[in-house]
Antibody
Framework: EVQLVETGGDLIKPGGSLRLSCAAS????????MSWVRQAPGKGLDWVSI???????FYADSVKGRFTISRDISKNTLYLQMNSLVAEDTAVYYC??????????WGQGTLVTVSS | QSVLTQPPSVSAAPGEKVAISCSGD????????VSWYQQLPGAAPKLLIY???KRPSGIPDRFSGSKSGTSATLGITGLQTGDEADYYC??????????FGGGTKLTVL
């Protein structure tokens, strides 16, 4: 059974950094395309980043240069390193496995709050 | 504002059917694949439709997807109170970057 469990969300001051984790089970993250999607409070879904099975990465313009997606094959875990955080980054962050040109499996999300 | 336009809300009575639209243009919907997601209150999104009109296993056939030109539609028949949720369309481009619609709140009266 595919499972994704995000952790690492926290209250962080503007300008700070945070790393989110997404522990996968039931499959190998290295063999699949994995993505991060976020949702600001009361708002819609917002695609953030993707990492290919070959390691290639893409980012939304709003996070390019500040966020880095990566994975640890030994831990079967996906990460999102977030730097230079601003209030607009406040959101629930979901990781998702991408299949058939869709976010096929989702985690339960982790809340990041950027506030002084 | 998303490049994919959805109505903010739709409503219908139990047992009825409803259609939720997702409007884009030739740079997104017309030449890419559309997926649809259901987000129940307080829950993570769940995939309902992929590749414009395919259902993952476990999704009832009350849910259907279609695409024509620069628009896509999610159809739900036999509405149930448990279908009350937010529904999002999304386009995944050839490089698997994505954009989501603004979402539609479905109320089952």
């Amino acid at each position: 059974e595919v499972q994704l469990v995000e952790t690492g969300g926290d209250l962080i001051k503007p300008g700070g950094s945070l790393r989110l984790s997404c522990a996968a089970s039931g499959f190998a993250v290295s063999s699949h395309y994995m993505s991060w999607v976020r949702q600001a409070p009361g708002k819609g879904l917002d695609w953030v980043s993707i990492i290919y099975s070959d390691g290639k990465t893409f980012y939304a313009d709003s996070v390019k240069g500040r966020f880095t997606i990566s994975r640890d094959i030994s831990k079967n875990t996906l990460y999102l390193q977030m730097n230079s955080l601003v209030a607009e980054d406040t959101a629930v962050y979901y990781c998702a496995r991408v299949n058939y040109r869709s976010a096929y499996y989702w985690g339960q999300g982790t809340l990041v709050t950027v506030s002084s | 504002q998303s490049v994919l336009t959805q109505p903010p809300s739709v409503s219908a009575a139990p047992g009825e059917k409803v259609a939720i639209s997702c409007s884009g243009d030739s740079s997104n919907i017309e030449n890419n694949f559309v997926s649809w997601y259901q987000q129940l209150p307080g829950a993570a999104p769940k995939l309902l439709i992929y590749d414009s009109d395919k259902r993952p296993s476990g999704i009832p056939d009350r849910f259907s997807g279609s695409k024509s030109g620069t628009s896509a539609t999610l159809g739900i028949t036999g509405l149930q109170t448990g279908d009350e949720a937010d529904y999002y369309c999304a386009v995944w481009y050839s490089n698997l970057t994505a954009v989501f619609g603004g979402g539609t709140k479905l109320t089952v009266l």
